[in-house]
């Protein structure tokens, strides 16, 4: 038998030769240092209760030890011993002597109870384990030891070697840091009797829709390597390698090496990042004072400044006490107060900065009971604390027409004092301005974001109705209030001379003005098909109702979310079901609405004289606006396919196609290639991408560089809808590439009546933490649940601490 430097005492195989050890003279240990010397050496046990003969895995998983161990640099090099002899485990002297101890077991209870807690000891004297596959069977009845390996299998798990898809979703442990983030390989995979994600740092998950689970499959999330700091010591598992072939992949060793190097303090690793118990979510606003906005409006965005403040808008609506306004001839209808309110961190105080009147209270819209518009997006000008400028997103309601039922949508400049934390409302400057239709509710969108360039981003909803389309492609011609179409969005998010349903690019300039960024969609300059038009300042065309979106400013790449329409179900004759969707938007495009979703599914056209009977299916690749009510380019750019998109059955539903590429919309037929993702009554909110920061160096809420580069997504509900971190492919994420791995964040932003139920809007501060808005339980209104938030890390850095490792800090 091959089994690596054989330690005097052990015993590497019944031929060895050598000596048994002595019998056990304590179950407890006294160690002053941790386990292990600057001479480190790692102990493979592959004892098991079964009989019979002996698993070749075992010799298979002893070699690839040793192999790792001779191999890498000379400061991350080990000596490796094995034993199956179990008395190793009650002699002290010996088991200190190790950095970590590898259970390469077939399982059983292969430790008496002298023995495991010598392992016990061990532990807490700062040891090393590293759990391989059927470790996870052993010590069944020992609670102490199934919080060391993390799980237990279930006992309906497939035991056939099934090839699948490994999503490796920490890109920065050394034991998945260099495997690829979808790592295809043949193995044995057990299914869990519990999840233990949250209560471990899951590394890697293995995908259920590459092979065949069986009756006990644990869903979409399910773990299959795993670590955590525990009970003095670091533990690490992975269910791998129940198969001789694992350890001749160069991969697999790669994974094992990773795990070995930080569990015998070669290394250090954060283990803690995914641990829901290391983050505090606190609220940070009281409920207002009776018939007051003294702490928050009705909540509609946020942005956090340099210094640390926080800054948030209320969209309009009043207190649900007031009064309804019905009647267009009073000269107050719709009539709100869009406020923007300051959060000190330094204080914990929140000042009313400052309040617009806007066209956003109850009142508006054809069912004269909600409105969408008013105080919509803010954002700082990238040297705000130089000069104080804050742009806002908003609906005057001075600009209110009550004979045709428009208003003016504008994005303006203002001046915050920064002592004081006052707008100063006269300081208005108006860069953009432009008509929106308010006889019928909904869509205004609103988000706002700068990119490392100084160019403004602007997200504007289609201004469309969500009826009269049966909840499909929101295009019919026919309805409209004085000539105006309100429930067409060809005229508007279909219509490259409209700027609504769109998200614009800008320049802000320092008189007020603003200037167009090379590489929009259009010049503005546009005049083909016999004087059809376009409007510069589009850079995404095609989106139906994007309240968030988010620049990265690392990459300069645009996030997106938008609310999909009302169809609960696909339909053969109309089209997909209602689609939210989030987007990878690295160049300015085309995302489809309404003409298009999800990846490219087509919606059925219809037009006068009857709208009612269904014409061809739209060409996502060459779409055509023939609406009566366009007025800008028949001939629209393709459509580019979107990243995330999801419905009431599922995450990313798609279609068997017919030879001309349309799809089958046979919900039977749908095949869902997001599992992670499922929706219902859902509302899309784009979070961030988060960028850790290591100048931060002082904030203690922080969240860990785990994070990096991981792009938040959820939705303003908490049911089935999602609240989940994800990785794209930068291959493929700019033509819709799907997300490559996904993990809940619903334990971490917390759920439920009395968490974060309704998110509005979540941003990272400059310390770090991650800020939310909860809309509340109303609407068209604040109520005692609408608040800001604050979900900070408490975790603690990476481990062991750097003067604990054996060769030097690394």
């Not at 075992?58 to 030890?65: D, L, Q, R, T, W």
């Not at 807490?124 to 799980?151: C, K, M, N, Q």
Request: aromatic residues 10%; glycine residues 14%.
């Amino acid at each position: 038998m091959t089994a690596g430097i054989v330690a005097a005492g052990l015993l590497s195989g019944p031929a060895a030769g050598a000596a048994p050890p002595p019998e056990p003279t304590a179950t407890t240990m006294s160690i002053t240092s941790p386990p292990g010397g600057g001479d480190v050496r790692v102990l493979v046990f592959y004892g098991s209760a079964a009989a019979g003969e002996e698993s070749p895995v075992v010799n298979a998983g002893i070699a690839a030890v040793e192999r790792i161990g001779l191999s890498g640099p000379a400061n991350q090099r080990f000596a490796t011993e094995a034993t199956d002899d179990a008395r190793v485990f009650t002699d002290e002297r010996a088991l200190s002597g190790y950095n970590a101890i590898v259970f390469l077991t077939g399982g059983g209870d292969v430790l008496d109870p002298d023995q495991e807690a010598g392992l016990e000891a061990y532990m807490e004297a700062g040891g090393g384990f590293v759990g391989i596959h059927d470790a996870a069977r052993a010590e069944p009845y020992s609670d102490w030891f199934t919080g060391l390996v993390g799980a237990r299998p279930a006992p309906t798990s497939p035991t056939a070697v099934q090839r699948a898809t490994v999503e490796v979703g920490d890109r920065q442990h050394p034991a998945t840091r260099d495997l690829p983030v979808r790592w295809k390989r043949p193995d044995q995979w057990f299914n869990w009797v519990k999840n233990p994600s949250g209560e471990v740092h899951t590394v890697a998950r293995v995908r259920e829709s590459t092979y065949r689970p069986g009756t006990g499959a644990n869903g979409w999330d399910h773990p299959v390597s795993w670590c955590r700091d525990y009970d003095g010591g670091r533990s690490f598992y992975t269910g791998m390698g129940g198969t001789v072939s694992s350890y001749d992949e160069t991969d697999f060793r790669t994974h094992l090496r990773g795990a070995l190097l930080w569990t015998a303090r070669l290394v250090q690793a954060d283990c803690k990042a995914t641990i829901n118990a290391n983050y505090k979510a606190e609220r940070l606003t009281r409920p207002n004072q009776p018939g007051q906005n003294d702490q928050i409006g009705e909540p509609h965005g946020l942005v956090t400044a340099p210094d640390g403040r926080v800054l948030y808008i209320g969209r309009g609506g009043a207190d649900s006490s007031q009064p309804v306004i019905t009647d267009w001839n009073n000269p107050d209808i719709g009539k709100g107060r869009g406020e923007i309110h300051v959060y000190d961190p330094a204080t914990g105080k929140v000042t009313l900065a400052g309040a617009l009147t806007v066209f956003g209270n109850k009142g508006g819209g054809d069912e004269l009971v909600k409105v969408e518009e008013g105080l919509l997006g803010i954002e700082l000008d990238p040297r705000f604390e130089e000069n104080g400028w804050v742009y806002l997103h908003y609906t005057p309601h001075s600009r209110l027409n009550r004979d045709t039922q428009t208003a003016e949508r504008r994005v303006s400049r203002f001046t915050l004092d920064l002592a004081t934390n006052r707008l100063d409302l006269n300081s208005e400057k108006v860069l953009l301005k432009w008509p929106v239709q308010v006889h019928s509710c909904c869509h205004a969108g609103g988000g706002m974001a700068w990119d490392s360039k100084g160019n403004l981003y602007i997200a504007t909803g289609d201004n469309n109705s969500s009826g009269f389309s049966g909840g499909y492609s929101g295009n019919n011609p026919q309805p409209n209030y004085k000539g105006l179409s309100f429930a067409d969005a060809r005229r508007t998010a279909g219509n490259t001379n409209n700027l609504n349903g769109k998200i614009l690019r800008i320049h802000p300039e320092a008189d007020g003005t603003y200037t167009l960024p090379e590489g929009n969609l259009f010049t503005g300059r546009e005049t083909a098909e016999g004087g059809g038009k376009t409007r510069g300042e589009i850079y995404v065309m095609g989106v139906r109702n994007p309240a968030r979106i988010f620049v990265d400013k690392k990459t300069d790449i645009l996030y997106a979310g938008w609310v999909g329409p009302d169809a609960g179900a696909p339909s053969t004759t109309w089209g997909p079901a209602k689609y939210d969707t989030f987007a990878v938007i690295t160049r300015a495009s085309n995302r489809g609405w309404p003409y298009c979703m999800g990846n490219k599914q087509p919606y059925r056209d219809r037009n006068l004289p009857n709208p009612d009977q269904p014409l061809g299916w739209y060409d996502c690749d060459h779409p055509k606006n023939e609406s009566p009510n366009n007025d800008g380019l028949v001939n629209l750019p393709p459509v580019t396919g979107n990243n995330i998109w999801y419905s009431p059955q599922g995450g990313a539903p798609d279609y068997p196609r017919d030879a001309n590429g349309i799809p089958s919309y046979k919900q039977e037929e749908a095949t869902y290639l997001l599992p992670w993702l499922k929706g219902g009554g859902q509302a899309a909110m784009n979070g961030p991408v988060y960028r850790y920061d290591t100048a931060a160096a002082t904030s203690t809420v922080k969240w860990p560089s785990y994070w990096d580069g991981k792009w938040f997504v959820g939705d303003f509900y908490d049911a089935d809808q999602p609240r989940n971190a994800v990785i794209t492919d930068p291959r493929t994420h700019g033509e819709g590439g799907l997300p490559v791995h996904s993990e809940s964040l619903k334990k971490i932003v917390p759920i439920g009546n009395d968490g974060i139920k309704n998110l509005m809007d979540w941003k990272f501060g400059p310390d770090g933490a991650l800020y939310v808005l909860d809309y509340g339980r109303g609407f068209f209104t604040s109520d005692a649940k609408s608040a800001l938030w604050r979900v900070t890390y408490q975790g603690g850095g990476p481990t062991p601490a750097a003067g604990q490792l054996v060769r030097g800090g690394q």
